[in-house]
């Protein structure tokens, strides 16, 4: 569903169903939702309008009468006419089928979903992997931003690999975390996203095989999907990815790389440990197997530092390093990096000026001052805090109302509990139940096909009040399904 952003005007001596129907009518006229546009779901709308699903039936119910939307069981409602049509002619492109042949391949059903409910008002997100709004930096924000008025910044775009103060930056935090790599072989990026997305299209050409942890995160996108790659998943244990199954899946799937997250896996929350990094490391090199090793949750640490990253190990350049401020900052930003040879991040400096011409100068300048100032390292701090307390809350809150129900493992950092619900139950109605009630759901098969008895709850987001009314309210549901 697209996103509508608009409410109806419940003073209005007009009633609420006539004006839901005036405005679909415009976006029909307008060419918005063009024929073949299927509609929202009518309890789906319901919630965003903040009206009773009985309004949104009466409002489909008039359009339908007039002949500009039809729905059938089991696809929904479709536009099917529209006002200018009827007097054009030839008619209008037929945009679903060009939709449907985009070399990009859409989301997920399911991630759609999340991607939309997100912003109904009071929701519980339960799974939403990014920091709550109560957990960001605002005052140091202001800060940064306010220094930056006053100073001598360009507002122009910077150079193909990003601003070299801020590279310069980035190069001396990764020294911290035994990383040593110069300015020229670091490349600025709008978040990892970005990086995943030129690395696709960069350096595999279409039909490559791409290995991960099973599950992973990279499922639940389409980014190598739609480059004409295939994603094949190699099994996880309390250390991380079996790494002695490579060289079996990189022979039998002809394998081109490794996509990894070893701290803080997403959506597990597994920490790689030390013996089997070096493993892993050792087997790909062997195996001549270039590794992407995502890091981008590895501050968030709580009691110890994870090992060092693999690419601090990497002599022969074996290694795409990404990070980001994303996760640990604030998304809003959009910055992340690449670091990897030097004609590599070349290569992908070039396909990114083609792209977008360079991420924003504005937000370069700021992820600068963040690091020189010291500001990042300060707030790093608190935020491990802040996190730690949130695990605990979230652990305890689960063994409170789900001990009977569900096992789980203590993550040591990073935003996830990973849960395995006991009781063999649909994974899509629990997700249906919970949405109904208001309550936002990861379900575990989104990042793995099989992993049907899984959900990624997260403590990063939602406040602890909301945490603790939430899973309350979850595990009634659970039950209820069992029953």
């Known amino acids: 569903m697209s996103s509508i952003d608009w409410k109806p005007n419940k003073s209005s001596p007009v009633p609420l169903h006539k004006q839901i129907t005036e405005l679909m009518k415009e976006k029909i006229a307008n060419g918005e939702w063009t024929i073949g546009y299927k509609l929202p779901p009518q309890r789906t709308l319901a919630k965003a309008f903040e009206v009773n699903r009985s309004t949104v039936v009466t409002a489909y119910d008039e359009l ?11 696809s929904g409602t479709r536009v099917v006419n529209n006002t200018w049509n009827l007097l054009a002619t030839a008619p209008p492109p037929d945009w679903s089928s060009y939709v449907n042949s985009g070399i990009h391949e859409p989301n997920l059903p399911t991630i759609q979903e999340i991607n939309q409910a997100e912003f109904i008002p009071d929701i ?16 140091s924000m202001k800060q940064v931003f306010e220094k930056l008025s006053t100073g001598e910044i360009s507002y122009g775009y910077e150079e193909p690999k990003g601003l070299l103060a801020l ?42 095989t791409v290995l991960t942890e099973k599950p992973s995160y990279l499922n639940s996108l389409h980014v190598f999907q739609s480059a004409g790659m295939q994603l094949v998943g190699i099994p996880l244990d309390k250390e991380g990815i079996k790494a002695n199954h490579i060289p079996q899946y990189k022979k039998q799937h002809k394998a081109a790389l490794l996509y ?3 701290s803080f896996h997403n959506p597990t929350g597994t920490l790689m440990t030390a013996e089997r990094r070096d493993q892993l490391l050792n087997i790909c090199q062997q195996e001549q197997l270039p590794i992407i090793e995502d890091d981008v949750y590895r501050e968030l640490w709580f009691d110890e530092k994870p090992p060092k990253p693999l690419k601090a190990f990497d002599k022969n350049g074996l290694d795409l390093y990404i990070g980001s401020l994303s996760k640990s900052l604030s998304p809003g930003l959009r910055i992340g990096w690449i670091v990897g040879p030097e004609p590599v991040i070349e290569h992908l400096a070039d396909i990114k000026m083609q792209t977008d011409y360079g991420s924003s100068s504005l937000s370069q300048w700021a992820a600068a001052e963040w690091f020189s100032s010291g500001l990042y390292d300060q707030h ?25 129900i569900a096992t789980w493992e203590k993550p ?27 309550i936002l759901l990861n379900p575990g098969n989104v990042y793995d096909n099989q992993a049907d008895q899984y959900l990624r709850i997260s403590y990063s ?10 899973l309350r309210r979850l595990s009634i549901i659970v039950r209820r399904l069992v029953e």
Not at 64 to 74: P, Q, V
Not at 461 to 470: M, P
């Open 64 to 74: 339908t009468a007039e002949g500009l939307i039809e729905g059938k069981t089991g």
């Open 167 to 208: 590279r310069e930056q980035i190069s001396s935090y990764l020294k911290t975390i035994g990383i040593q790599a110069s300015p020229s072989s670091i490349l600025i990026v709008s978040g990892a996203l970005q990086a995943l997305q030129l690395i696709s299209v960069g350096l595999l050409h279409k039909g490559s």
């Open 124 to 139: 519980i997100r339960l799974g939403t992997g990014e920091l709550s709004p109560e957990l960001m930096p605002c005052s």
């Open 412 to 438: 040591s950092g990073g935003f996830y509990v990973w849960v395995r619900l006991l009781p063999s139950i649909s994974i899509r109605k629990l997700f249906e139940h919970a949405l109904a009630e208001g």
């Open 461 to 470: 987001f939602a406040s602890l009040s909301s945490l603790e009314d939430g």
């Open 380 to 404: 790093l701090k608190e935020i491990r805090k802040q996190l730690k307390i949130r695990r605990d809350f979230t652990l305890n809150t689960l063994n409170q109302y789900f001990s009977s």
């Open 260 to 262: 990894t997250i070893p």
